[in-house]
């Protein structure tokens, strides 16, 4: 199989990305929390970020070199991107956005284009407007309009991401058909580990910038040289508890928490629970069927590409909440805040 | 007063809000573009340049013109060489509509790039589209709505010039004349029957352009720029 390779140096505002790794698998996860880097390291790959330096090399093909002076064009570097938001043209039709992207492949890629259209079954849907598509169809859509630029590779960036959890299983078999049935380099990324060990050949890890692992996704994930990155696992919170008696735990700083079962008093035990589930309060709530509501203060609040990362303060263990920036915004999240955030039970996973 | 000269009038002034239309648009879809990407020191001033034209009164922008371009002007040879006479002909009054319409265009233009998402064009770019095909296939289809709108604003506002293209082009019945120039002279004259069928001719005129406009711009699918999940 061919070589990748990745050596980038720089910085996205006050972000900064230090990245070097190489792999010879076919199907790489680059995984990683949010704001880890995956997105900036992708648009750097893509030839999108002309401030990163370094090495970029993919598939086989050198696509960026500073020391030697190298540096492909975006248009020419002849890559599949599957942005986050499957970005469909809104002024084209589904058959238009895929013939947009089949236009560099010519005529050598209606062949491509009906297979892609027959393997993401997009075939009752070509007539239709984008602003029609389902999100699941808007992303086969993406993807299929990749597939039809003959690339040399597809990027694809959190494609599951934003969809709730029937329509990801509906989208992911497509997933895997591409990958198995087109026999393209991939480079998939996830903060999701389940998806990671599922679809890669090869796991890179990313935390704040750098990469922390590299390996066999089944083995590496779950691993104790990750395992200390918490935020690493897609896992935000990784919470350290004792069991006190009933379903109560207590952290290790404190913290005390409702979960789902039972557990033996004394009994040592290690929590996740994902940024995106915990609820985020203006006011205390009435009565409510979450088991935790806890008393806050927002520590810091980072926005990015519609998300907002919350930092909170509970006065013992620090929590990190993932909200849309539309609800920041309407809650004005901000440093000092007093809010209240609200923890089911069942979101609090024993790793 | 005939209806020939009314209509030969109303054609003048089409003629001259057309070619106005014409030699405004490459600059304000170019400059429109350049400020609604690109952040630089001095953009408020460029802002403000664009703006004059608007902000002067009319009869000082044709004076400047006609200092730039008349015959004694720094700019006269370059016409010259083109062909065109412009001082005193229908060319002047539709570089003088042009340049009193050019800063609703190029706002417009510019107001129209700012809310395509630049997503669209990169990932047009990293499907092969070189960053002048990705302007033609992508960033204008998606801003055709703003474009547009600017292109009529400037037009109807073209229609009804008067002071600039009064000093520049002059008053002369059949050379120069447009709707707006003949109803002044026409009051000048006494002849209010006159004037009112030359404001009649107007406020079709621009009706009907601005109707024409509409029509597209609510048959026209809405392809605001903005990307959704």
Not at chain 1, 15 to 40: H, I, M, N, Q, Y
Not at chain 1, 57 to 72: H, K, P, T
Request: glycine share 10%; proline share 6%.
């Amino acid at each position: 199989m061919s070589q990748s390779e990745l050596a980038l140096r720089g910085t996205a505002g006050a972000f900064r990305l230090d990245v070097e790794v190489a792999w010879t698998e076919r199907v790489a996860v680059l995984f990683g929390p949010s704001g880890a880097g995956k997105t900036t390291l992708l648009e750097a790959i893509l030839g999108l970020r002309r401030n990163m330096r370094g090495r970029v090399c993919v598939a086989g093909e050198w696509l960026e070199d500073s020391a030697r002076g190298l540096f492909v064009p975006v248009e020419e570097r002849g890559l599949g991107w599957v942005p986050q938001d499957p970005t469909l043209l809104p002024h084209l039709s589904v058959r238009g956005n895929l013939r947009f992207g089949q236009r560099r492949a010519g005529a050598d890629g209606a062949p491509l284009l009906d297979r892609a259209i027959e393997v993401l079954e997009l075939g009752e849907l070509l007539d239709r407007r984008v602003d029609e598509l389902s999100g699941g169809e808007r992303r086969r859509v993406a993807l299929a309009r990749a597939l039809a630029s003959a690339p040399r590779a597809v990027l694809l960036d959190e494609p599951l991401a934003a969809l709730d959890l029937p329509l990801r299983a509906r989208v992911l078999p497509f997933l895997l058909r591409v990958r198995d049935e087109l026999g393209l380099p991939m480079l998939y990324i996830t903060h999701d580990p389940n998806e990671a060990m599922l679809i890669g050949d090869v796991a890179v890890v990313l935390s704040a910038g750098r990469v922390i692992a590299r390996g066999a996704p089944r083995e590496i994930l779950w691993s104790q040289a990750v395992l200390p990155f918490a935020q690493a696992l897609g896992v935000e919170n990784v919470l350290e508890a004792r069991a006190q008696g009933g379903t109560r735990v207590e952290t290790s700083r404190g913290l005390k928490l409702v979960v789902p079962a039972e557990l033996p008093a004394g009994a040592a035990l290690r929590l996740g629970l994902r940024a995106e589930e915990i609820l985020l309060a203006a006011e205390p709530l009435g009565l409510i069927s979450a088991r935790n509501v806890l008393a806050v203060t927002v520590a810091s609040c980072e926005r990015e590409a519609g998300q907002a990362l919350v930092h909170l303060d509970t006065g013992a263990e620090p929590l990190v909440a993932r909200v849309t920036a539309a609800a920041a915004e309407a809650l004005s999240l901000a440093r000092g805040a007093k809010i209240y955030a609200v923890i089911k039970a069942q979101s609090l996973r024993p790793l | 007063m005939t209806g020939a000269d009314v209509l030969a009038m109303t054609t003048l002034t089409l003629r001259v809000g057309v070619v106005a239309i014409a030699l405004a648009f490459l600059p304000a879809l170019g400059l429109g573009f350049w400020l609604a990407r690109r952040e630089f020191r001095g953009k408020a001033f460029v802002g403000a340049l664009i703006a004059l034209p608007m902000l002067l009164p009319p009869v000082a922008v044709g004076l400047g013109l006609l200092l730039l371009c008349g015959r004694r002007g720094p700019l006269h040879p370059l016409f010259q060489a083109l062909g065109v006479e412009l001082p005193f002909t229908w060319w002047a009054a539709s570089v003088a509509a042009g340049l009193v319409g050019f800063p609703f265009f190029a706002r417009a233009c510019e107001q129209a790039f700012s809310e395509v998402e630049p997503r669209f064009e990169q990932l047009a770019r990293s499907l092969g589209y070189t960053r002048g095909a990705t302007f033609l296939r992508v960033t204008l289809p998606l801003a055709r709505r703003g474009v547009l709108y600017g292109a009529v604003l400037a037009f109807t506002r073209g229609l009804g010039e008067f002071g600039a293209t009064a000093v520049v082009a002059g008053i002369q019945p059949g050379r120069t004349e447009t709707l707006a120039l003949g109803i002044w002279s026409r009051i000048e004259q006494g002849d209010d029957a006159g004037a009112l069928a030359l404001c009649a001719a107007s406020f079709s005129l621009a009706l009907a352009a601005t109707t024409l406009a509409e029509g597209w711009l609510r048959r026209a699918p809405r392809a605001r720029g903005t990307p959704r999940p």
